[in-house]
């Protein structure tokens, strides 16, 4: 290009300059066409993470009938049944929250909720360390108004107010909200203490989510689930800190996990205001030189 402009060769100078904006149209798709990709491979990850999950559905709840307990499928459940639930089992009809806001769920999954973290003994370490929790498929938990004075329940994690419980459960076919769901917003964790009559403190942390512990969803958290359940077991045990406690690191893999609101916010930069920014700088170079 030098050389044709020592020539005074105006055409071939054109020319050359041409060429350089497709090279610049080509990066450009080329960026869109990687950037697609990892979104589908991300989206595949959690579909199979969601088929896994899945099969965490119980096909039979326990009721409480004339004082016994009876075994039964899930679709003989009424309304108004009592049903017992033991530790590790998950609540066979209640309806899986979705949100609504995109600050409060990862990137095109409204099932898997990053709730709000109230201030507490168990929930504390994580807000100071920046950590979040992930809950998916969780039921919504809601606290009655006139509990017993001996009884105090505290909300641990919550929803956002615009999110919703769906009413067809682990059958849902659709993320939008339908008539027969439930608004929230919702609890998704909470600690409960009762005093019983000979002055014993009795003292609960009820999770709705089976996946807590969950290995592939503690780690999209870097930990974060693993921690909150830890102190929460400390803190059934009341056990004192007497004692300094440090993260432990990973040394398998980090994951990077960003809510939706941020997600779509870096999509828009990277696919739209980027590329825009470069074609118009292309341009406008392109005006100053053709008017010399």
Known sequence: MTRAQVDGNDALVMHYMMELYFESAAMILTLITVGKMLEARSKGKTTDALKSLMKLAPKTATLLRGGAEVSVPIAEVRKGDIFVVRPGENIPVDGIVV????????????????????????????TEGGYRVLLPIAQGLTVADDLRD?????????????AFAKAAGYELTTYEKEEGDVNGPFALAVAISDTVDDGITSDIVWVSSAALVDDQTNTQVSGGNQDFFLNALGYLCQAEQSSLSIHAKSLSSDTLTMDSAAVFALTVAVVGVIPAAVITLGIVIWIRRKRR
């Open 99 to 126: 949100e609504s806001d995109q600050s409060h769920y990862v990137w095109g999954t409204p099932y898997f909720l990053l709730p709000d973290i109230a201030s507490h003994a168990i929930t504390t370490p994580l």
């Open 150 to 162: 001996t009884l105090s329940v505290t909300k641990l994690l919550t929803t956002s107010s615009s």
